[in-house]
T-cell receptor, first 113, second 114 residues
């Protein structure tokens, strides 16, 4: 099956710093990718739709200036958490459709101290 | 608006027994797709099974089958012959045509005991 990778798999950063998470589709092209956030014992919450070559579409309540998304190529989307705070600590997952199946990255666990 | 409801926060099943995880959905679109994913403690999302709204037969994938009752808007996942490795969170999801978003239910934590 298709593969989506994420890097890093986990990251610890200090409050106030920015963190970039990469999402790559390894064996297929993705004009659209999705970014989710998941808190412990909760479901996946869609944050934004990343569109290749254009601006991302953010879900209601998600701060676009805090969660910067760049989809520069057909295989790479990046999520940058700017000026991270402890409340941004979470599990971030990206995904992309390949035909009729949505493939998920392995996730990035962000801890902000 | 489309919605997925999973009413079972947690389920227990004995090894080798079958278990049904409930999922109901709400949509006004005639065309939709329903998915089940498994999420073990590692966090990865594992695709299990898919059912299209126009599919005449219930989907099956190995030990997984989907009990699709369109009139009742339910898409329950049946796991036969449960294994200890089936212990995980299970999410039901629906594809929103047009935006291609996946809308997730709240999930069911399944625990398989010996």
């Amino acid at each position: 099956g298709a593969v989506v990778s994420q890097h890093p798999s986990w990251v610890i950063c200090k409050s106030g710093t920015s963190v970039k998470i990469e999402c790559r589709s390894l064996d297929f092209q993705a004009t659209t990718m999705f970014w989710y956030r998941q808190f412990p014992k909760q479901s996946l919450m869609l944050m934004a739709t990343s569109n290749e070559g254009s601006k991302a579409t953010y879900e209601q309540g998600v701060e676009k200036d805090k969660f910067l998304i760049n989809h520069a190529s057909l295989t790479l989307s990046t999520l940058t958490v700017t000026s991270a705070h402890p409340e941004d600590s979470s599990f971030y997952i990206c995904s992309a459709w390949n035909r009729y199946e949505q493939y998920f990255g392995p996730g990035t666990r962000l801890t902000v101290t | 608006a489309q919605k997925i409801t999973q009413t079972q926060p947690g389920m227990f099943v004995q090894e080798k027994e079958a278990v049904t995880l409930d999922c109901t959905y709400d949509t006004s679109d005639p065309s939709y797709g329903l998915f089940w994913y498994k999420q073990p403690s590692s966090g990865e999302m594992i695709f299990l099974i898919y059912q299209g709204s126009y599919d005449q037969q219930n989907a099956t994938e190995g030990r997984y089958s989907l009990n699709f009752q369109k009139a009742r808007k339910s898409a329950n996942l049946v796991i036969s012959a449960s294994q200890l490795g089936d212990s995980a969170m299970y999410f039901c999801a629906m594809r929103e045509w047009g935006t291609d978003k996946l809308i997730f239910g709240t999930g069911t934590r399944l625990q398989v005991f010996p």
